[in-house]
């Protein structure tokens, strides 16, 4: 099998460019294994170089896969080492996925004659398509979050606070594997559940209160992303359509999406769906994203997306309602593409009134 940097200079050869350079971490963790360099270099010939600074040296060495790694001395400049290599080895066409202004401006200004080209795209290319090992690593994070809202629906209960349900999600999700969390985790009740990143506080949970809860756990730098919402006690008809809706717009999605499939398609059944039963203008985002080394990237499943979803594209289902001062309710999942559909990597109970 290719490896992940050959795949990369395939996609290089066809846009012409002689040589790439990799500054985002996680981008360089995906190529190299390794999350402590500060810059990766690809060369046209073959030759990829990690620069790493002296505290992460040793460990580079020792985790590192199909790079050199070259130490930056104290005294040295990053910028330098690197624009010297490219002078040496004649780089005309530098490709680069994301860099800081400032860094652009200086490594332009010390390397005369290279064109330099936004080509984040080219790793997006390979990124958004999950390998085999890739993908277990992302069904043990989905399993741990599941076990995290497990957890969750045995606690939930009227006289407990958002903060103590984070706790013990994340402490439950930690005890069985998770290295941490890939997000902060949301518990919101009441009225502030009517935002949808509403966070986690000292609020108490009452009685007739929506509560979502969103959360991820991370394994070996996979995240997952899974949100369940809660409703305490008996349901009043409003919760009750609110939350049947987004069940139902969530259900329809999930059936809709499968490889080949336009993802504004899939992100269009949703909002239909909602827009229908009369709550169009309280679904306030994007059906979904892409998960992997990050929480959010690529593919993007919303009404403006462009991208067409392929097997091997892991992303979130997550239709939600949000009514100011009432509540909300969003339901989540992250799924796996597959040719004739989709692979639910989170597992967790639907229907929850307590
Ligand atoms: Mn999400």
Not at 82 to 87: C, G, H
Not at 230 to 257: C, D, H, M, N
Not at 273 to 284: H, L, N, Q
Request: proline fraction near 3%; aromatic fraction near 8%; glycine fraction near 8%.
């Amino acid at each position: 099998m290719e490896t992940r940097i050959e795949r990369l200079l395939n996609l290089m050869e066809a846009r012409s460019l002689d040589g790439f350079l990799v500054a985002e971490t996680k981008n360089m963790l995906y190529f190299t294994g390794f999350s402590g360099g500060s810059m990766l270099l690809v060369l046209r010939d073959g030759e990829s170089i990690l620069f790493v600074y002296g505290v992460n040296y040793e460990a580079a060495k020792v985790e590192t896969r199909e790079a050199s790694v070259e130490l930056v001395k104290q005294e040295e400049s990053l910028i330098k080492k690197v624009t010297d290599r490219l002078k040496t080895r004649k780089i005309r066409n530098l490709g680069f996925d994301s860099l800081a202004a400032s860094t652009y401006l200086k490594l332009k200004e010390s390397s005369d004659g290279v064109a330099f080209k936004d080509a984040s795209d080219l790793v997006w290319t390979l990124r958004r398509v999950k390998d085999p090992s890739e993908i277990s690593l992302m069904k043990k994070a989905a399993e741990l979050t599941s076990r995290g809202m497990e957890k969750a629906a045995e606690i939930i209960e009227a006289g407990i606070s958002e903060r103590e349900v984070a706790a013990e999600i994340e402490y439950e999700m930690r005890k069985n594997g998770s290295d941490g969390v890939a997000f902060e985790t949301i518990v919101s009740s009441g009225s502030n559940s009517a935002f949808p990143h509403g966070g986690c506080g000292d609020r108490v949970i009452k009685k007739g209160d929506l509560v979502v809860i969103d959360i991820g756990a991370k394994y070996r730098d996979y995240s997952s992303d899974l949100t369940r919402t809660f409703i305490i006690g008996k349901p009043s008809s409003k919760q009750f359509e609110i939350y049947e809706t987004v069940r139902k717009a969530q259900e329809l999605a999930v059936k809709t999406a499968r490889a080949k499939v336009e993802a504004k398609e899939v992100d269009r059944v949703a909002r239909d769906y909602i827009s229908k039963a009369g709550y169009g203008e309280y679904f306030v985002h994007s059906l979904g994203h892409g998960v992997g080394l990050d929480v959010h990237e690529p593919p993007t499943l919303s009404p403006k997306s462009r991208d067409v979803l392929v097997e091997g594209n892991v992303v979130t289902i997550e239709p939600g309602i949000y009514i100011p001062g009432f509540g909300g309710v969003r339901i989540e999942d992250t799924v796996l593409i597959l040719k004739e559909g989709v692979e639910k990597l989170t597992e967790s109970p639907i229907q929850i009134y307590f």
